[in-house]
């Protein structure tokens, strides 16, 4: 690929792909730079890849892929900062209780559990707020294969947290009568 190839597939596809990686990520400013990320690092593998027929498709998913590694990296650094924030709460409401933590920890790791497809497609619905139809054209799969995903996520979860589900109600009913 040529400088001016590149430079064509960059105006054909950019805006595009900011569309596409905008449906994930949710941010026009963080969509343009994985966008460019991407173009970026077809750049730099130039001489070694050999996609001239099939750069749309390339591009398409590269970009899906970056996308959902942003939010993947995003969702760890905001649930860190989210137990931080509840310890704090936590500790401002009883100082040595500890369960608020181990609930979210439980949450955590039973959504970690999860095969990875119906993790992803889940986490997709759920904290990137995605429709069904966002999600399966992302995936490249069936809206019915996303219903069918999240509705194994929710069954799973639903078994591994009820014990959590319990500990939770009794510390609602603890601060909420007090």
Not at 126 to 148: H, P, T, W, Y
Request: glycine content about 2%; aromatic content about 10%; some cysteine.
């Amino acid at each position: 690929m040529n400088e001016t190839e590149f430079e064509q597939a960059f105006r054909d596809y950019f805006n595009l792909l900011t569309n596409i990686a905008f449906s994930v990520v949710k941010d026009e400013d963080t969509a343009k730079d994985i966008v460019q990320q991407v173009f970026l690092k077809l750049w730099h593998k130039k001489e070694t890849l050999e996609i001239r027929n099939q750069l749309k498709s390339y591009l398409h998913r590269a970009v899906i892929n970056t996308s959902l590694n942003f939010l993947e990296r995003n969702k760890k650094i905001k649930l860190e900062a989210d137990i931080s924030s509840l310890e704090i709460h936590q500790s401002y409401i009883e100082p040595d209780d500890s369960r608020t933590a181990n609930i979210e920890m439980s949450v955590k790791t039973a959504i970690d559990s999860l095969p990875e497809k119906c993790r992803l497609v889940f986490s997709l619905s759920r904290f990137s707020e995605m429709s069904n139809k966002d999600i399966a054209q992302s995936l490249g799969i069936s809206v019915k294969a996303v219903e069918k995903h999240i509705g194994r996520a929710l069954k799973e979860l639903r078994i591994k947290l009820e014990p959590v589900y319990k500990t939770f109600a009794s510390i609602l009913f603890f601060l909420l009568f007090r």
